[in-house]
């Protein structure tokens, strides 16, 4: 199973991936059940979680540098029994060298720190293998597009827009969501060394 | 995994949801591995795959009429290798009338019978069950929200508009999908019989 | 000029229709410097100021029932300086019959009688003449359309979502607006009966 | 009157702006009865038109490169009898260092060429007047914004996401229009000179 209510995972003020972008993101990723997945950024733990859910026998590093977010990841893991989750307290790309080779790797929050934290992920990263990052400003989805650009990668983006309806006595308001951009890049063989390799 | 790519599935001139829709449907019918679905209008089976994907030890019925579609359900269901399809050739609400009981019904298209085809489905959902349509159409939608809360199911309800990303020479050039609406509605125990029950 | 911003107008907690839908359905209701237009549950009065901007020469009836609101419109009509301005007290469809011929209509509240202010606009609208609904429900919107479609007229819809960019420190942070359908149609010669004129 | 429907204009197989980003880029711009403007890229001069009629008393500068369009913009004037367009055929930057002092510009076009033609712009802008970018690309609306925000000006921008609903049969199916931004900055006093002014 996929798509997990937002309102079953345990949350503090640590903002959460919604669930419609949290599933988009995974399934962006093509995780397989064998993956070895770094979510980097975890928050709640909530695509922590469901991607360790989808990569039954593999397993999934989840980068958080805040300890109240650490804390809700270690809960959300142990709610929904996940054995294959490795929590790593740390401000990427901190940390992430000690990651073993990847298959995925999907970015929540970058601390600022996009460019290098991707370089470090592409360092880790299996030919083939796949990063998502979820952007929510203009200038990070420019900045991500452009790296992923000069290095040649397979792009596969997406600006993902949901409007929710709620009820409201017996009309349904809508309730738009903030606009998420999902950037989905595969590495190809010989074009990981950049504008300037 | 979930997700696969859109050409990867075999297409002919017949519609095909898009990939972001069939992953946000798929997850909202929460598909576990054991459950027994029904994917209605089920068009160039991609939905179908990817729900017996899910419930790799359950059951996906396939109900289609066009005999164009019926074909390509049946090779993608080969290319992908899952056994656990059956295709039933019929204008839905017909031929729904034999399945078993179902944990999740799937609605893409409706030939004009939407009403008739959620009163068949209903018979068949079990409580607690889900049942997801995608619509198109302002009215689809009015009359969907109208079906399920006249009978007090529990909705999840969203619109999504997805805006694709593609290379023009050094841009990227957006590309906006139309909006799709997904109705997922939970069967609750005694909510079953309608405004006139 | 037209697209005054939204907090040149004097506010109290009488919701506002945003400054870029107001423009929009301005446009759509094609208001000409002669005409005479009716725009009906006024709210603050922010449409029937910028209405009475456009018809120069011609006269805007503002029908609000609120007290409160009825005040806001009164200060607003004020600040602007708009002279060719006629607030009525009623809740719609009352107090149309006095109305004179019209050359528009803008619909923003209904209070649940649409059907009933549809009707009462059409008697006063010429041939020719357009009326244009803000609809915020799947349900209003459902209804306007047919309202529309049963009687023939010509129809010019579109939902709009607006998404703000704010500025948050170095960067621009996106704000959806709730999407608004203005559904604009045009009447036409002997095409004002209904289904069953 | 504002809002001109799109297929008013005489258009050959240049593109044109749709009528609710035309409509929302002359409000951004706040064009008085009395602006001179200069419209860049000016296409089938569907912005020029409008943006003379608003500024009944100033003046609009159409500022295009292509002969094809030119030739357009030339019927179009004609076609709305409006007096009070120059047409200037230039690769802009080129042809703006010949322009008298602006109230407002509206960029349309830039044939890669933002940064020039701001700076040009901004030479012949009065403090308080407007620019107003429609950028159809993330790395378009991502330079804009960052050249406005290097000079402190005051921003106003959003994304726009039209859907238009047309009629099919019985039924109304939604056509997505692609999203457009439009960056609207006001110029402040000292604010001029750039990040490194």
Redesign the interface.
């Known amino acids: ?3 997990i209510d937002d309102n079953e995972f345990i949350r503090g003020d640590v903002p959460m991936t919604k ?2 972008i949290r ?2 993101t ?3 990723a ?4 064998d993956a070895c997945v770094a979510d980097i950024g975890a928050g709640t733990g909530s695509i922590t979680v469901e991607a360790a859910l ?1 990569a039954q026998r593999g397993k999934v590093f989840a980068v958080e540098r805040k300890l109240e977010a650490i804390e809700l990841i270690r809960r959300n893991v142990e709610k929904f029994s996940v054995a294959n989750v490795e929590i790593i307290r740390a401000q990427a790309p901190d940390g992430l060298n000690d990651l073993p080779e990847l298959d995925a790797a999907i970015v929540g929050g970058t601390g600022g720190q996009l460019d290098e934290i991707l370089s470090a992920l592409n360092v880790k990263l299996k030919v083939g293998g796949r990063i998502v990052v979820n952007a ?7 900045k991500t ?2 790296w992923f ?1 000069a290095r040649g990668w397979t ?1 596969d ?9 709620r ?1 409201v006595g ?10 998420v ?1 999902i ?1 989905a890049a595969e590495k190809i063989r010989g074009g990981n060394t950049g504008r300037h390799g």
């Open positions: 199973m996929i798509g669930q419609e599933v988009l995974l399934a962006k093509r995780i397989t059940a989808l929510v400003t203009i200038q990070n989805v420019a597009l452009d650009g792009l983006a997406c600006q993902v827009q949901i409007t929710r309806l009820h017996q009309l349904d308001i809508n309730q738009a969501l903030n606009p951009w950037v």
